[in-house]
């Protein structure tokens, strides 16, 4: 039986509605922490004008190679090994990078070595999508995700929601500037970037 995430399922659909506008412009997509692979296959189906490049880390490749196996449409490339932690990554020829429900789960290292690794593989006028719950102001914006925090935090104390004043310096260094940070169902955002040089 295939891994299966109930909140990709719960997500996807509001997810895409935003993608569709943030990728318009775009023509090949690689997707950070790929997971079970649902996303990817919802996401390229919706997109077909995308190449749609899915990764994660060794560890979680099998499973996620055997649902798009099964059901990626067509403009579903095969996915890469890439780790946040890596010093570079081997990807070429994206103008778009797309995460969800990850940036809570690697360490803050991770997290910058996620941007330091954007920052070199989009171009000028590429596109950034992050999604997932984020603090601001120092504050939670909902007892639920101050709950999920405390959880994460209890099995893991390198991770947890992050700041997002602290995403926006981190994104600020790379030559990313916001476009628009949406607010999503289940007090979850959806943040695009957009590489200004």
């Not at 499973?63 to 010093?87: F, Q």
């Not at 991770?110 to 992050?130: D, H, K, M, Q, Y």
Request: charged letters at 20%.
């Amino acid at each position: 039986m295939l891994p299966f995430s109930p909140a990709c399922e719960r997500n996807r659909g509001p997810i895409l509605s935003q993608l569709r506008t943030a990728f318009a412009p775009a023509r090949h997509v690689l997707e950070i922490g790929s997971g079970t692979g649902q996303h990817a296959v919802y996401f390229a189906a919706g997109l077909p004008h995308l190449t749609w490049q899915p990764s994660d880390v060794a560890g979680n490749l099998d499973a996620l190679r055997a649902r798009l196996g099964l059901e990626a449409p067509g403009n579903v490339l095969p996915p890469l090994e890439l780790d946040v932690h890596a010093p570079r990554w081997d990807v070429a020829g994206c103008d778009g990078v797309f995460t969800a429900n990850t940036l809570h789960i690697v360490d803050w290292p991770g997290v910058e070595g996620f941007f330091a690794r954007v920052g070199e593989t989009l171009p000028s006028g590429g596109t950034l999508c992050i999604y997932g719950p984020f603090r601001y102001g120092d504050r939670h914006t909902s007892e639920s995700n101050a709950a999920f925090d405390a959880e994460l935090r209890a099995r893991d104390p390198a991770s947890g929601v992050r700041d997002f004043e602290a995403i926006l310096r981190l994104a600020g260094a790379q030559q990313l500037a916001m476009v628009v940070d949406h607010a999503m169902p289940a007090n979850n955002r959806l943040m695009q970037f957009r590489k200004v040089r």
